[in-house]
């Protein structure tokens, strides 16, 4: 009877180890899901923040250097649109090709006006460059009506002269900030696309490091006793 008793007794402290065995394996795996678990929840926040953030980047290059940069070339391409008919205001033959050139110079007049519009908002830089470009085509219209009443009057010769030499001195006034904004704005977009590069890698780099730690935690976990 004593054996018996001394046999059943071995046989259930053998059931309590690998009982207490089993509870240790559950939570070891229990910790390790845990600790897995809240890895993967501190990298899904900063997936998002990250995601967030190279939204707002993009969104400043959209609406501020991007947007200013092709609003400065327009407005520059009107420019010169304006100069060239400036000259075929000289060369007209009659009346109605007199008309048709100053047509065209009051509409790609409007569209420097409203692309100037365009710079004025989304301009980050010192805006005062763009009320000096504002000042001298403002400056401009009083030398182009003169030009037109020269031609108008046949005094080619004259008008010729006038945009050869003030119209040529406006516009290169015009263009100086113009120019001047313009490399703001790209250097601009180099500092935010510099910025969206470095979250980038960031988010990068933190992915890399949580399977890193994923699976050094369940290497650790697996080896604890």
């Known amino acids: 009877m004593d054996g018996n008793d001394a046999a ?7 059931l309590d180890a690998r009982s207490i065995m089993k509870l240790r394996i559950a939570a070891r795996i229990a910790a390790g899901l845990s600790a897995i678990v809240l890895l993967l929840l501190a990298l899904g926040w900063f997936a998002h923040s990250s995601a967030d953030a190279l939204s707002r980047l993009t969104e400043q290059l959209y609406r501020h250097p991007f947007a200013v940069t092709n609003a400065l070339g327009a407005a520059d391409a ?10 075929d205001v000289v060369l007209a033959r009659d009346a109605a090709d007199i008309d048709r050139a100053v047509a065209e110079v009051d509409r790609r007049e409007a ?4 692309q100037f519009a365009i710079v004025r908002e989304r301009f980050l ?11 001298a085509f403002a400056d401009w219209r009083p030398i182009r009506a003169e030009v037109v009443r020269l031609a108008r009057e046949g005094r080619r010769d004259e008008a010729a002269e006038m945009v050869r030499l003030r119209g040529a001195a406006a516009m290169a006034t015009i263009n100086k900030p113009l120019g001047e904004m313009a490399e ?3 250097n601009k977009a ?26 050094l935690l369940a290497v650790v976990f697996g080896a604890l006793p």
């Open 8 to 14: 059943a007794e071995a046989s259930r402290a053998r």
């Open 190 to 215: 180099v500092e935010f696309m510099t910025g969206a590069a470095a979250a980038a890698e960031r988010t990068r780099l933190t992915i890399v490091g949580a399977i890193l730690a994923a699976v």
């Open 184 to 186: 703001f704005a790209q």
């Open 78 to 87: 009107s420019i010169i649109a304006m100069n060239r008919s400036m000259k």
């Open 111 to 114: 569209m420097v006006l409203a």
């Open 125 to 135: 830089g010192d805006k005062s460059k763009l009320d000096v470009a504002a000042k």
